[in-house]
């Protein structure tokens, strides 16, 4: 069996995908399948699609180019040649306002930092700070903090 026809196995359109999510997840339910088995094997297609991206996008593109249409369908899948992610360098405009504005902002930048650093450490009670500008006294309490527990999985 080729790589293609082994693709061919999963899900190829909406419902597919979705009938596919819902068995998966009601099998998942069910303590049919291990999880962590299954975690395995979508961190393995997570590697594949990263590993072939760059090169598979570039082909993509290039068969897309056959086609003259900007936009198309091809085997119910809407297919639309777009620019994507525009990115713009400044480094070379010269502009000396807009590179005292990038050094204002790398300055405030640092300091919020530095800053969020400090509330990070307050106690949980509390601590009275002062604003160096206007002489005001201010209770100031640590930040809220949240998180979500889950796994990291690394192939070996």
Same mark, same amino acid.
């Given at each position: 069996?080729?790589?293609?026809q082994t693709l061919k196995q999963l899900p190829a359109n909406k419902e597919q995908v979705?009938?596919?999510s819902n068995k998966l997840i009601a099998e998942l339910d069910a303590g049919d399948i291990d999880p962590l088995q299954a975690?395995? =094997?979508f961190k393995a297609l997570e590697e594949v699609q990263k590993a072939i991206k760059e090169n598979l996008d570039t082909m993509a593109l290039t068969e897309a180019n056959k086609y003259p249409e900007k936009t198309f369908e091809l085997t119910g899948f809407k297919v639309e040649k777009a620019e994507l992610g525009t990115k713009y360098d400044?480094?070379?405009c010269g502009d000396p306002i807009l590179i005292k504005l990038q050094k =204002?902002?790398?300055d405030v930048q640092a300091r919020v930092k530095s800053r969020q650093e400090l509330l990070k450490n307050c106690p949980i009670e509390g601590v009275e700070m002062t604003d160096e500008e206007t002489g005001e006294m201010t209770r100031c309490f640590p930040p809220s903090k949240t998180s979500t527990s889950g796994?990291?999985?690394?192939m070996k």
């Open positions: 069996m080729n790589a293609l979705e009938l596919f975690k395995f =094997l400044y480094s070379k =204002l902002s790398e796994i990291k999985i690394t």
